[in-house]
């Protein structure tokens, strides 16, 4: 029978009490009117007995009806306490439920922390209202007794009930009626609940206690389960901001990232490996490598079976397939092996780098450190290279092969170009050797310069030695040629005023000088026969006591009014 079968019967009840009673007060009524002989007197002693009696039967029936009524309470309470699982709302029924079943004041409810100690979750009042930490005034006395015994505490009134005389908290905050029990959860206490009434003695009785008993387990399960769920629905809010992260982590990684279990089967590909590979992740994911990958595939699924079957990593692999539309590339690989928690392969983590653009620019770099010395190159600074130029003073050198158009008449195009290189190769490592910059091959010359673009204080001289290696090295050329490839240089030097810079447009640029002092050079050079090192006067003006010289006539040349005097370099001091 349920609790409402019960009150249903009690109502029942206590309608014919009710009409019992009238019944015997109308009995009554008429035999004290007619008071006839006929009546027997037991029968008078019946009737009185019967009307005392129904008093008591009455309030028996309304205690009655007030266990019916707290057991009607506790039952919608306990489907109202497990209908939910947001913590917060059950503790809130629980304490308010709690108030109504007991008639409590004031409900506190406190769980254990993660340290085993008890701290205040919730606390309400009779109106339903939670209330301020400054109203959090209770017996912490009663709070420590019931969670270290297990048992639960019943006062009628606290301030003089013999066990807590001279407690603090009870006489500071004169304490009353107080009803206080544990929780428990498969025989662990979870928590304690604390009700009180400050104004009223004597509220509490054994029939509350028990009650409160029954429904502070009840409630401990929905505030475990409680708990429980929003423990575990934290986790899953953590774990979902954690993979959030991870796919912001991976999807911002520079370097291409793939999975693949041990049967090829891509796993994860994240964004810069699809525009490494040129492939889209719906393409990769959930399909092999040696099917989606091809022909990259062919190179790399060795080193993949690899990985698996020896458990140890690949790593700095360089492969250079063709792919799709990008063509030729150049690809740097670290492949690992995948494990789980367990230390188990489970596949192959594959990272890749896209080196085209980089190997790109190396090359050119190499191509740029055989026209400027690498020292030099180091202190340039992209930012500060930019359209335009600047004057300076530079001094220019230009070194011309003589007998080399006579020469070109009678081999064929190729033996002279290989020939041709073998010369000026020797020249532009003399020029570099000394940190100078090669502007630019003319045919069968090279022009260079010093000072620029890193000052250099002593670049005449930097020059003259340049100068000099040259035609120093000129014999060993000659020696590993054939005779009728056998040629020298002629050289000139002039130092002045030039402007170097960008000259061009953003898609095509070189850097030069432009001046006067490059023509003067140049005039100088076309003037020295094989094997000299003419200097102009400026030159000589900066090293006279430096290097060993000999006047020569000088130089009308083309486009000058006045002649270039000129000096022959023979050595240096």
């Known amino acids: 029978m349920t609790t409402s079968d019960l009150a249903k019967a009690s109502l029942s009840l206590e309608g014919q009490v009710s009409q019992s009673a009238d019944l015997v007060e109308r009995m009554k009524t008429t035999l004290h009117a007619s008071r006839s002989v006929t009546i027997p007197g037991i029968i008078y002693e019946g009737v009185e007995q019967l009307s005392q009696r129904l008093p008591i039967i009455r309030k028996q029936l309304r205690a009655f009806e007030d266990e019916m009524v707290r057991l009607q309470a506790l039952e919608s309470i306990g489907g109202i306490v497990n209908s939910s699982l947001e913590l917060d709302y059950v503790l809130q029924i629980v304490m308010d439920s709690m108030i109504q079943i007991t008639g409590a004041e004031r409900a506190f409810l406190m769980l254990r922390d993660e340290r085993g100690e008890l701290s205040m979750r919730t606390a309400r009042n009779w109106e339903r209202e939670t209330l301020e930490p400054d109203e959090f005034a209770i017996s912490t006395t009663i709070l420590n007794r019931v969670a270290a015994t297990g048992r639960p505490v019943l006062t009628t009134n606290a301030s003089e009930d013999p066990r807590f005389i001279g407690q603090e908290s009870i006489v500071v905050n004169n304490l009353r009626s107080i009803l206080c029990v544990p929780m428990f959860v498969k025989d662990q206490l979870v928590g304690v609940i604390y009700a009180d009434n400050r104004i009223r003695s004597g509220l509490f009785t054994q029939k509350e206690l028990s009650l409160l008993a029954a429904f502070s387990n009840q409630a401990a399960v929905a505030i475990e389960n409680a708990r429980l769920f929003e423990s575990v629905r934290n986790t899953l809010s953590e774990v979902t901001r954690l993979k959030n992260l991870m796919d912001n982590v991976f999807s911002s990684i520079a370097s291409g990232v793939l999975t693949s279990d041990v049967e090829d089967r891509i796993l994860l590909c994240n964004q810069a490996a ?98 400027v010395s690498p020292k030099v190159i180091e202190q340039l600074s992209p930012d500060q290279m930019a359209l335009g130029g600047h004057r300076t003073e530079i001094s220019v050198l230009f070194a011309d092969l003589r007998g080399f158009s006579s020469f070109s008449e009678s081999v064929q195009p190729e033996e002279l170009v290989a020939v041709l ?65 056998a040629l020298s240089f002629g050289i000139g030097i002039h130092i002045g005023d030039a402007v170097l810079g960008l000259i061009g447009t953003e898609k095509r640029l070189e850097y030069t000088a432009i001046g006067d002092s490059v023509n003067t050079a140049r005039r100088i050079q076309e003037n020295a026969a094989a094997g000299q090192v003419l200097i102009s006067q400026p030159v000589l003006d900066r090293l006279k006591d430096k290097i060993i010289f000999e006047p020569v006539e000088p130089i009308q040349a083309k486009g000058k009014r006045e002649p270039i005097v000129v000096y022959n370099v023979l050595g240096l001091c």
């Open 421 to 485: 290189n073998r010369y000026l190769a020797m020249a532009a490592d003399a020029i570099l050797d000394e940190e100078g910059t090669i502007d630019k091959f003319l045919g069968d010359a090279v022009m260079a310069w010093f000072n620029a673009p890193i000052p250099q204080e002593d670049h005449a001289l930097r020059a003259v030695r340049t100068a000099l290696a040259i035609q120093g090295a000129l014999p060993d050329v000659v020696r590993s040629l054939p005779r009728h490839q």
């Open 274 to 371: 699809e525009l490494i590979l040129g492939r889209s992740a719906e393409e990769l994911v959930g399909s092999t490598i040696s099917v989606s990958l091809q022909p990259l595939a062919a190179e790399l699924s060795p080193h993949l079976a690899n990985v698996l079957s020896t458990d140890q990593p690949v790593m700095d692999l360089e492969l250079s397939p063709t792919l799709g539309e990008r063509g030729r590339v150049d690809l740097h690989f670290n492949l690992s092996p995948l494990k789980n928690n367990l230390q188990a392969t489970q596949g192959v983590a594959i990272v890749v780098e896209d080196l085209t653009e980089k190997k790109r620019l190396e090359g050119q770099r190499r191509l740029f450190e055989r026209m």
